[in-house]
């Protein structure tokens, strides 16, 4: 009879090990509003006969890799309040790269190695931008209609082109964000009106890709702001899509989908939610609408 360590040891497993260290600072230039934080971080992410989310995309199922890279954060921030912002706007540019080993050691013929070999040691260069603005009216009214526009843009670009994108730290963009899990460093970014990662993924939605652009509108109106809870609904358009290359980046080209939702906050559960969206663009693949649950802030 095989043991229970045998069988715990002989399973497909995907692991992941690291550790980080990091700087943040509020900024007193341009304004008081900025700040600025840097980090170093190393991940290692270990395979054994792994078959299963991903594996497709990783290129192999046994073996390692090691991410060490450096991240710079610049973000302003100048809401009026965290949960129901009625003024004020919200930015963030952030760059992550690796060390380019593949240039530095240039004697090694990249374009025949297998992907363990290629991604033994992960190189990129990673940019994320996101900013969203809030809009009040009526002008000093107790509660006050919120006009919030939103732009998030996000890019993966490989040091070498002989590698190519690195299989690591890629966007599966759709559904709510739910399943916001760090498998192998994929960015899980909520476009409502479609399944999860069904934007990135049409088939089965398991795919992530390495640029993303996504719009959005939303228009909220409170039932109740206070300290013991917060309340409000609200009506939303958006728009985005997932790119195989820069080659095929196009903005404009875009899936769409429009909603209803509330949001209710309380200090004990944090920011809870529910949005029933229809998207504009569906294919077969596609629910004609769809329910999205929400904890916490999605981005």
């Known amino acids: 009879m095989q043991s229970t360590y045998s069988f715990l040891k002989d399973r497909p497993k995907f692991t992941t090990s690291g550790g980080s260290i990091g700087f943040g600072k509020q900024l007193k230039f341009p304004d008081d509003y900025f700040s600025f934080s840097t980090s170093l971080t190393y991940q290692r992410y270990g395979l054994h006969d792994w078959a299963n989310f991903g594996a497709a995309e990783l290129g192999f199922t046994n073996g390692y890799?090691?991410?060490?890279?450096?991240?710079?954060?610049?973000?302003?921030?100048?809401?009026?309040?965290?949960?129901?912002?009625?003024?004020?706007?919200?930015?963030?540019?952030?760059?992550?790269?690796?060390?380019?080993?593949?240039?530095?050691?240039?004697?090694?013929?990249?374009?025949?190695?297998?992907?363990?070999?290629?991604?033994?040691?992960?190189?990129?260069?990673?940019?994320?931008?996101?900013?969203?603005?809030?809009?009040?009216?009526?002008?000093?009214?107790?509660?006050q209609f919120v006009v919030a526009p939103a732009y998030r843009f996000g890019a993966v670009a490989p040091w070498n082109k002989d590698i190519g994108y690195s299989p690591f730290e890629l966007f599966r963009v759709g559904g709510s964000g739910l399943s916001n899990f760090v498998l192998y460093g994929t960015d899980i970014v909520a476009q409502r009106g479609y399944d999860e990662g069904k934007i990135s993924d049409p088939q089965n939605g398991q795919t992530a890709l390495p640029i993303y652009t996504k719009y959005s509108i939303e228009i909220r109106y409170p039932l109740t702001v206070g300290q013991s809870s917060t309340i409000y609904v609200q009506t939303f358009l958006e728009a985005g899509n997932a790119y195989n290359s820069f080659q095929d980046f196009n903005p404009f080209e875009v899936r769409r989908a429009g909603g209803v939702g509330v949001r209710l906050f309380l200090p004990m559960f944090g920011l809870l939610g529910v949005d029933y969206a229809w998207p504009m663009d569906a294919t077969k693949n596609d629910q004609t609408g769809i329910f999205h649950f929400f904890i916490g802030q999605q981005f």
């Open 65 to 143: 890799a090691n991410n060490l890279s450096f991240s710079t954060i610049l973000g302003r921030n100048s809401t009026n309040h965290p949960i129901y912002p009625t003024e004020g706007s919200s930015f963030s540019a952030s760059i992550q790269f690796t060390p380019p080993y593949s240039l530095i050691n240039d004697k090694k013929d990249y374009t025949n190695l297998t992907a363990q070999e290629k991604f033994k040691w992960v190189e990129l260069v990673k940019t994320k931008f996101s900013g969203q603005w809030y809009i009040g009216f009526p002008a000093n009214a107790k509660r």
